[in-house]
């Protein structure tokens, strides 16, 4: 027995010439992409380091949150002896 909650899946069928239009769209992306590559290579930028950026970035957000969770738990204590409120927080810790 098939359930009423579930939808027909639907089926995009493209023609020719869209195919070619979005092959054509994505190779235009391509070089696109490839020449901030070469702009960035040519600033100095080195591929190797993408990894550490995005270790450091990640580092960054895990510290972030840690300090919103702080200051929520730091709210909610205040808020409930009736000391301030977020906007004040946020103004005394910076």
Not at 6 to 26: C, D, G, Y
Not at 62 to 73: L, P
């Amino acid at each position: 027995m098939k359930s009423n909650n579930e939808s027909p899946k639907q089926t995009s069928v493209l023609t020719a010439e869209e195919v070619k239009e979005r092959i054509s769209l994505l190779e235009k992306r391509n070089q696109e992409i490839d020449l901030e590559i070469e702009l960035l290579q040519s600033q100095g930028f080195k591929v190797e380091e993408l990894q550490w950026h995005i270790d450091k970035l990640h580092e960054y957000n895990e510290i972030k949150d840690a300090a919103q969770c702080i200051i929520r738990s730091t709210c909610l204590v205040r808020w409930r002896d009736n000391q301030g409120s977020t906007r004040k927080i946020r103004f005394e810790y910076g």
